[in-house]
């Protein structure tokens, strides 16, 4: 089993700067993806960035050039540093893990990230 631990959601102001960190703690496994997803009322949960665990990244359209995804693989955590904030990035954030060679998908309990304009 895999537990996920989200921090640093928040309000900020439209300009402004968050960064999300999760912590992963139990069987995670040397191969695996982190990531990070966003959901808002009525909407799917949507992709806002991955990195797998050689470093590899991938973002959605709308953050690039404006968020970071990073990881600390001695510490299994995985950081989403967001800047230029718009009010549009507004949602849950959740974070993810999925454990390659098995197969198997966790998710965080998510935070809430509000951007006023």
């Known amino acids: 089993q895999v537990q996920l631990v989200e921090s640093g959601g928040g309000l900020v102001q439209a300009g402004g700067s968050l960064r999300l960190s999760c912590a992963a703690s139990?069987?995670?496994?040397?191969?695996?993806?982190m990531g990070w997803y966003r959901q808002v009322p009525g909407k799917q949960r949507g992709l806002v960035a991955t990195?797998?665990?050689?470093?590899?990244?991938n973002y959605a359209d709308s953050v690039k050039g404006r968020f970071t995804i990073s990881r600390d693989n001695a510490k299994n955590t995985v950081y989403l540093q967001m800047n230029s904030l718009k009010p549009e990035d507004t949602a849950v954030y959740y974070c993810?893990?999925?454990?390659?060679?098995?197969?198997?998908?966790?998710w965080g309990q998510g935070t809430q990230v509000t951007v006023s304009s």
């Open positions: 990195i797998g665990s050689s470093g590899t990244t």
């Open positions: 993810k893990l999925v454990r390659v060679r098995v197969g198997d998908i966790y």
């Open positions: 139990g069987s995670i496994f040397s191969i695996n993806v």
